[in-house]
T-cell receptor, first 113, second 119 residues
Framework: KAGVTQTPRYLIKTRGQQVTLSCSPI?????VSWYQQTPGQGLQFLFE???????NKGNFPGRFSGRQFSNSRSEMNVSTLELGDSALYLC????????????FGPGTRLTVT | AQTVTQSQPEMSVQEAETVTLSCTYD???????LFWYKQPPSRQMILVIR??????QNATENRFSVNFQKAAKSFSLKISDSQLGDAAMYFCAYRRNNAGGTSYGKLTFGQGTILTVHP
């Protein structure tokens, strides 16, 4: 079974631009969560989508948004990029069963200049 | 809100020796999971071990075991017979469970502990 895939793997953007990151979960997984990892703040939860609905959201500004499609693939968008948005963005997928673990993708490294 | 604290930013161990990584957490929930994840330099997060709060028996996975003290809200990871491949950042994480046997996907992570293994 293929793992979680994230595209692109690396991205360089300029302040003020917007960016869209993509995550394809493991087949059969309907829950997709996004995390931001930075040296200063560590791993922080962005949001979770389940069956195309956002069911949990972290403490991030409205510039961060996401969506999930009917095939469970998810995208996250960051508008008006700031230098502080430079980070590794990790996506994880799981079933909704309580014993299910989360499987992480390799991440997208975003650099904002 | 739940918080997870790892008080050891860095730890080191000699190959074949044993090392214990510490983690404490704070929650008012009674039904939850605790996890240890490993993140090697490749940045791929890998689940090492997990513990359900309702289970009193400590989880074990080969050379990895936990010491789960629910009352003290402590969840330490013991790595026995350390290997060079164990070198990585280790994260302790918490996930709340919902009623009805489902769970949200949200993980709350600690700050991480960098583990160095010396040959």
């Amino acid at each position: 079974k293929a793992g979680v895939t994230q595209t692109p793997r690396y991205l360089i953007k300029t302040r003020g631009q917007q960016v869209t990151l993509s995550c394809s979960p493991i087949s059969g997984h309907r829950s997709v969560s996004w995390y931001q990892q930075t040296p200063g703040q560590g791993l922080q939860f962005l949001f979770e989508y389940f069956s195309e609905t956002q069911r949990n959201k972290g403490n991030f500004p409205g510039r961060f948004s996401g969506r999930q499609f009917s095939n469970s693939r998810s995208e996250m968008n960051v508008s008006t990029l700031e230098l502080g948005d430079s980070a590794l963005y990790l996506c994880a997928s799981s079933t909704s069963r309580v014993e299910s673990e989360q499987y992480f993708g390799p991440g997208t490294r975003l650099t904002v200049t | 809100a739940q918080t997870v604290t790892q008080s050891q930013p860095e730890m080191s161990v000699q190959e074949a020796e044993t090392v214990t990584l510490s983690c404490t957490y704070d929650t008012s929930e009674s039904d939850y999971y605790l996890f240890w994840y490993k993140q090697p330099p490749s940045r791929q997060m890998i689940l090492v071990i997990r513990q359900e709060a309702y289970k009193q028996q400590n989880a074990t996975e080969n050379r990895f075991s936990v010491n789960f003290q629910k009352a003290a809200k402590s969840f330490s990871l013991k790595i026995s017979d350390s290997q060079l491949g164990d070198a990585a950042m280790y994260f302790c994480a918490y996930r709340r469970n919902n009623a009805g046997g489902t769970s949200y996907g949200k993980l709350t992570f600690g700050q991480g502990t960098i583990l160095t293994v010396h040959p």
